[in-house]
């Protein structure tokens, strides 16, 4: 087994291929796995000290929440994106999140407000100590999941959810842009709740849309240092 691979913490537990499949999705959403990088089962399965059919069994299933993929006479790779992909994650995220945003500026209640307030202080803070990556990832989705909640439309909501996994894999990626700027990811989340406060869903909408656009750029500029990076 090559040196230079990926390391992962052995099982010992009962639900096997459950728990391969939280691990290895954990390691493709906090970067020990990079887009584009091949899963081999005989080194996973060696890391986890399990055998090889839990493992592809697990891998499959990755594959069928769209952060894994399997190319014929290569194997399990981790899913990478073109600039077009980039945008199109993005794109239906701005049209789903925007119409999900004109229904809360409607409909959010004095505690939907107070625990959106509770999650944008909750990013801010762990931004400013400069927490793992991870941490803050799950903070900014958490705060975008609950507008598509409150929206209170379940064919929106599991629109947003099928790009769950590839919205975190791609904050993944560039999360770490925002250390150089650790106040940005409150200031943009706060402008949004304190337009949604204000019931004014235009600007609430067009910060969303600058913000969700900013991700984008960053995505397709960290995705392509990345990818120049693999040819050298």
Same mark, same amino acid.
């Given at each position: 087994?090559?040196?230079?691979?990926?390391?992962?913490?052995?099982?010992?537990?009962?639900?096997?291929?459950?728990?391969?499949?939280?691990?290895?999705?954990?390691?493709?959403? +906090?970067?020990?796995?990079?887009?584009?990088? /091949? =899963?081999?089962?005989?080194?996973? $399965?060696?890391?986890?000290? %399990?055998?090889? &059919?839990?493992?592809?069994?697990?891998?499959?299933?990755?594959?069928?929440?769209?952060?894994?993929?399997?190319?014929?006479?290569?194997?399990?790779?981790?899913?990478?994106?073109?600039?077009? +992909?980039?945008?199109?994650?993005?794109?239906? /995220? =701005?049209?789903?999140?925007?119409? $999900?945003?004109?229904?809360? %500026?409607?409909? &959010?209640?004095?505690?939907?407000?107070?625990?959106m307030q509770c999650l944008v202080d909750d990013l801010g803070?762990?931004?400013?100590?400069?927490?793992?990556?991870?941490?803050?990832v799950t903070l900014d989705m958490a705060f975008h999941e609950?507008?598509?909640?409150?929206?209170?439309?379940?064919?929106?909501?599991?629109?947003?959810?099928?790009?769950?996994?590839?919205?975190?894999?791609?904050?993944?990626v560039t999360s770490k842009t925002h250390y150089d700027h650790?106040?940005?990811?409150?200031?943009?989340?706060?402008?949004?709740?304190?337009?949604?406060?204000?019931?004014?869903?235009?600007?609430?909408?067009?910060?969303?849309?600058?913000?969700?656009?900013?991700?984008?750029?960053?995505?397709?500029?960290?995705?392509?240092?990345?990818?120049?990076?693999?040819?050298?």
């Amino acid at each position: 087994m090559s040196s230079q691979a990926p390391q992962l913490q052995p099982l010992n537990v009962l639900n096997l291929r459950q728990h391969i499949n939280q691990r290895i999705r954990d390691a493709i959403l +906090d970067g020990t796995y990079k887009p584009g990088q /091949r =899963l081999v089962e005989t080194f996973i $399965a060696e890391q986890l000290d %399990v055998s090889r &059919a839990p493992v592809r069994e697990a891998l499959s299933a990755l594959e069928q929440e769209g952060v894994v993929i399997h190319v014929p006479r290569r194997g399990y790779l981790v899913v990478d994106f073109t600039d077009k +992909d980039i945008e199109e994650v993005y794109s239906l /995220r =701005l049209l789903l999140e925007v119409g $999900a945003l004109e229904r809360v %500026v409607k409909c &959010a209640t004095e505690q939907d407000l107070a625990e959106m307030q509770c999650l944008v202080d909750d990013l801010g803070e762990a931004a400013m100590q400069k927490q793992d990556a991870n941490s803050i990832v799950t903070l900014d989705m958490a705060f975008h999941e609950f507008i598509c909640r409150v929206a209170d439309h379940s064919r929106l909501y599991s629109a947003w959810d099928s790009l769950r996994l590839q919205t975190r894999l791609l904050l993944g990626v560039t999360s770490k842009t925002h250390y150089d700027h650790p106040e940005q990811p409150k200031k943009w989340h706060q402008d949004i709740l304190d337009a949604i406060c204000d019931k004014d869903a235009k600007r609430a909408g067009a910060i969303l849309t600058e913000h969700i656009l900013d991700a984008q750029y960053r995505a397709t500029e960290a995705l392509g240092k990345l990818h120049s990076s693999n040819l050298e």
